[in-house]
T-cell receptor
């Protein structure tokens, strides 16, 4: 069955370290998204991509970067981790047909990141 | 800036009762999505509403969209304990792609 996976599921790191969170989907979806979920803020969009080599900033992109070299993967990198980036991170993907997006976004299981 | 509000934020109800969760948003959009999240889990898609007047039903849940009022409702009929979860609405405001703004969520507890 097609799916979307994230790794690691849990990560503890130190302030200032570079961290990369992986997201892999096997649906062959064009669109991929990264969100963070925090108490009191709900889900907020970090970065998104509508296809290979396409990346866009979301609402809370400062301190994060992404790259899309193939359809299946959208890794999220924290360049220099900060305690404010402690959160649960969700990756999502969706499909588009003839440029029209009508489908929902399908979410991965999440990565819980703690920055000490 | 698009704002999405939900009310109530917390809802405690007894089994067998009916209730409605409201999702209001501040800009024009005709694409709205509902998700369910269980504690410590990911988001599960419930409904996709893509036009004014759209109504979708699944089991004890029914969702509707009024784009003129910028309002979506999620109606719960004869609640059961298994419906206890947090429910999010998400509005897609991007005409050229897909760009969600999520509401804060409604935490529902269904008590026996």
């Amino acid at each position: 069955d097609a799916e979307i996976t994230q790794s690691p599921r849990h990560k503890i790191t130190e302030t200032g370290r570079q961290v990369t969170l992986a997201c892999h989907q096997t649906w062959n979806h064009n669109n991929m998204f990264w969100y963070r979920q925090d108490l009191g803020h709900g889900l907020r969009l970090i970065h998104y991509s509508y296809g290979v080599q396409d990346t866009n900033k979301g609402e809370v992109s400062d301190g994060y970067s992404v790259s899309r070299s193939n359809t299946e993967d959208l890794p999220l990198t924290l360049e220099s981790a900060a305690s404010s980036q402690t959160s649960v991170y969700f990756c999502a993907s969706s499909d588009s047909l003839a440029g029209v997006i009508t489908d929902t976004q399908y979410f991965g299981p999440g990565t819980r990141l703690t920055v000490l | 800036e698009l704002k999405v509000e939900q009310n109530p934020l917390f809802l405690s109800m007894q089994e067998g009762k009916n209730y409605t969760i409201y999702c209001n948003y501040s800009t024009t959009s005709d694409r709205l999505y509902w998700y369910r999240q269980d504690p410590g889990k990911s988001l599960e898609s419930l409904f996709v509403l893509l036009s004014n007047g759209a109504v979708k039903q699944e089991g004890r849940l029914m969702a509707s969209l009024d784009t003129k009022a910028r309002l979506s409702t999620l109606h719960i009929t004869a609640a059961v304990h298994d419906l206890s979860a947090t429910y999010f609405c998400a509005v897609d405001w991007d005409n050229y792609g897909q760009n969600f703004v999520f509401g804060p969520g409604t935490r529902l507890s269904v008590l026996p």
